[in-house]
């Protein structure tokens, strides 16, 4: 995939989670807004950035002691390395609540390297130190237990399930504080484009309704709120 | 149901849904707690108002579709218009978290038209900017698709489950930070009441153990409680 | 159990609960984390304490009903009574969500006993007011019917499970903003100890990360990077 | 609508669910079977019938007390004396699985009266009586309390959701082995026309895998299978 | 308690789980029985017996190891050899599907001892053997690990929760086809009573039910149908 | 892996996954048994087998259609036709119980390419003819909907998940009536062996148990219990 355009990547700064749903519904797909996933902080600007994924299955007791991470090669260890700068780390805990997707360390260096953020369908630990960092994360909430508890990481960059929802390499991951929607990359330009025009003229039915105009014919728009709303966008410019 | 009397609705800004939902069993109704419903501001005063129900069943994709919506009697659109004021919505979503309730214009138009407040058992989208409303709202949360994709709306003011407690039209509906209490229109009185004289008791009890008073004696009052409580209030006025 | 030594008690105040988890996976204890159980207020210190424990059964209509608590030996008014200073009062609800533990003077008696603080795998009612209490108290959210409703409070000091979790009478529970731990007591003195020197390693790794350093080598530490810490701890007495 | 016709209610005796739930995601429609509903009985020969629908809200003590079944006119009882001969009684429990739908009393009604069957999400109280029965019933398993612990009929024959599906007055319920389709009624001529010839194909198909077909150009037919296909019904005529 | 009467034993033996929850409904009490607990045999007969009770608490990977089973004085253990003859073993699983219960050979002891029967909220192992005991076996399935990896017994005789219903030690334990209530000991005699005569005027209406009768004035009895039932009984002597 | 050795095989035929699980329970692996995976048929041989993996992910609208099936190289269908015979085709479903994981003709065909097994933690539909092949299937119960409305198939042979144990490709899958465990491939010739030496001294135990025996110095059998049982053995040979 080429790299989210500029325009497209500003614009999906500034759209809601909502109004993406509404976007990809248009085009028949339902199942995109991640089930059990919040936002750690309570920062404004929205998570966008494309996704690196990493699969864990199932801890095995023989497989999954404290030793496993003196390999660097150890797949959670190694998303963290080789998530390209601007990239959303993606992980699959299979909505498992009763152990961390990981700790302060993994999202600083995360952080540090440039990641956009991080979702996981799993909880952190650390959480609240994590809610203070400057790079949205997006969990199952907190939750103290180590990730070898529950979890064998397998794979990067594999097709995985994240909150319910099937996310691919490379879709572009998008949270607010509502959650977050995976948008399939093919869809992203002209997703973005629509989902920007959509909030302008809600904004524009929003102060209607705000200033007392009735559902019928403000929401939705009728051909005559339509052309104020025209009028409205070349006033504003 | 005559309206809600002036001094009712006034004890019922003041008490407690703990309170209430002890009045209420006490007169052998166990299940009125609305579960799983929360509030989304930090406002302080209670929600208070009798209940005008809207009932959805699961959504089916050729009737739910984003056209519906053109028609102004479609019944999610009518309840907002139909709510009379000083009323509270409350909506079955059948406890469904995957999709929204509604979002920040609807509960605008409610709000405008003089809702008492909206109660949902499934989440709403644009959750953050509904948290600011002056108008208070419960709900399952956030989660921002659309309701269309889970939900078919189809009857207003018919008695509904919501929160896993019945909710027949008319019903008291009392929200506080805890949570929201479906009170039977005909108890209304004399739970007000009683709760509000229930309350006055225990804000003495309180400050007596946390003045270091025993519970023996002092919660549930004995006969000395009691009476050291009347002139505690008489002096008070 | 002789009490907790001074120095224990100290270093359990600054630890996390997600390093007292790894310390105790690393000593093949698993499962010490409750599940479902937060806390209510914001405070900062850590809970700390050995546990003073109850346990409940499901209600029964005939036996459990307001008329009870005239009874100042029931369990539930008794456990607060008995709960010695210092120790916490672990509560088993069975997790059940729909009733509260206690309430604002149940705590509040606790409180000016001088308990160290309050964990069940329960809701509590009069959540808002129990958050702005000094003693800390972790439950399972908010829920305003009284405990009658659903349970029966049968026993004092037996072991019980607390949010899937064994606690034994004497167990030292700490909590933090993640949570709630569970030790055994006769691992409280090596796991303290342990975990104090965890967290200032992980300190000093943090640090380093936070600078750039990758995680090979930093994380798990190797020997230039033990090394460098033992320089780094000298350095700062 | 005009009642089924004599050729699409054989069809519809002689197709799977399986089948018919293929023929319906090919229309777009993905939610048409109920979640945790079974057959009680082992017959074969499958449930068919439009559905007549009754719906329950959550209990409530003062209101659901025996004494209302003295009034026949109760929505159960009443449902029970309404559901016109070959129409199948879809009853709305909200899933709930710890009270029964109804018993063995009811059901006999409702089989000497002639109804094609009964379908609900929750469980029926003498389910070994109710399983000999010859009107097929499916449920959610059994469940000894009377639906007055649990619910309060209120509707008859208006939109409901069972099982997680929409039922709308005169959908076509469909029951196998497997459990129960709900086909809306527009569609289930054409459905039960191409499941039938769907399954007469799967059923050549069978025969060419079982014996020793590859699944490539067999599974789905190629052309070279499809004229096989073509040929082998006509030999059968 | 006094032994159970032989009478009330055998009312016990030949009524309907369905219909002690009706008579105990009558009685204010709702909570009797016991979810996702069902019979693994397929005998006729009821369970019925006094209930032994046994106590579950989650298990901790040092106290719960194979040599634990060494100690005679283990409390599973202990409780297969103290249950009395007649009475019913019932054991608190807290509802953990992951773990069994007991298997073949405990539950072979327990019918040499003459136990009634076992009845537990976890599922057992062997199940299929267990299923071909004359001595009947309520339980949440089949499940192969043994109870250490999930349970720590710690109590017998003390009052406990088994599907999410309170059985006290003592109480009478009735199972048939649809699952098992849990009476009160001191309502058995006249619940068994007003059973077995419920069920007799039940026997005489669904005779009425098959040959035609509406359910208005047979279900429930108008006075005209209990003067039949009357004449009816007194046919049969 | 080397092929199972027949001796091995042979063995596992004939022990329980209880006995299996307390054999791995030894050497401290507790989570080896599947949840919620139970078998369709009655046939008492055990399935063996060693595993062939297959992931799936959830559904994405506009990727899983009918027309994927044209493509001989879905994923579904190549793990039909590359299961080596005797292996036993592993399906990570993720526990999702709304969409079947196959069907008739998927199973026919692997029974005909010689495959000892399938395991699923989903459903599958045709289910009742599934439960009459000679084939061995585990699922997790019957539904109608084909995989495509909730899966998209991914990879085989890959490490996944099944009813939340690890599977990987090469672990001797065994199933009894309980329920299907997973043995790490390098422990199976021990487990085998031991497993078989607990379940004769088991039989043994039982019979003694049967006979009268207590269960304090037969079960566990202390030093006499054991050498009457070397008694026995020898007399049988």
């Known amino acids: 995939m080429p790299p989210l355009s500029p325009q497209t990547l500003e ?3 500034h759209v809601s989670t909502a109004t993406l749903c509404t976007q990809l519904f248009k085009r028949g797909l ?10 750690l902080s309570s920062g404004t600007a929205n998570l966008v950035g494309p996704a690196t994924t990493m699969r864990n299955i199932p801890a095995r007791e023989d497989l999954d002691h404290l030793g496993v991470f003196e390999n660097p090669e150890h797949p959670q260890r190694k998303a963290v390395e080789v998530t390209p700068p601007g990239h959303v780390l993606v992980i699959d805990c299979r909505g498992e609540k009763r152990a ?8 600083t260096r995360l952080m540090v390297r440039g990641a956009a953020g991080v979702v996981s369908d799993g909880p952190v630990r650390d959480s609240h130190e994590i809610a203070t960092l400057a790079m949205p994360v997006y969990c199952a909430g ?21 909150g319910g ?3 691919y390499p490379g879709d572009i991951m998008v949270g607010d504080a509502e959650g977050v929607v995976a948008i399939p990359a093919h869809l992203a330009d002209e997703v973005a484009a629509d989902a920007a025009g959509q909030e302008r003229l809600e904004e524009y039915v ?4 705000a200033a007392g105009a009735p559902l019928r014919g403000t929401y939705p728009p009728n051909e005559q709120t339509r052309a104020d709303y025209q009028a409205w966008l070349k006033e504003r410019g």
């Open 100 to 107: 961390a997707s990981g700790g302060m360390i993994l999202m």
């Open 142 to 162: 907190a939750s103290a237990p180590l990730n070898l508890i529950r979890h064998h990481a397998v794979d990067i960059d594999v097709p995985i399930g994240c």
């Open 165 to 167: 929802v099937p996310v």
């Open 30 to 39: 339902r199942n995109v807004f991640l089930e059990g996933v919040g936002r």
């Open 11 to 13: 614009r999906l700064r």
């Open 206 to 209: 929003l102060e209607r309704i």
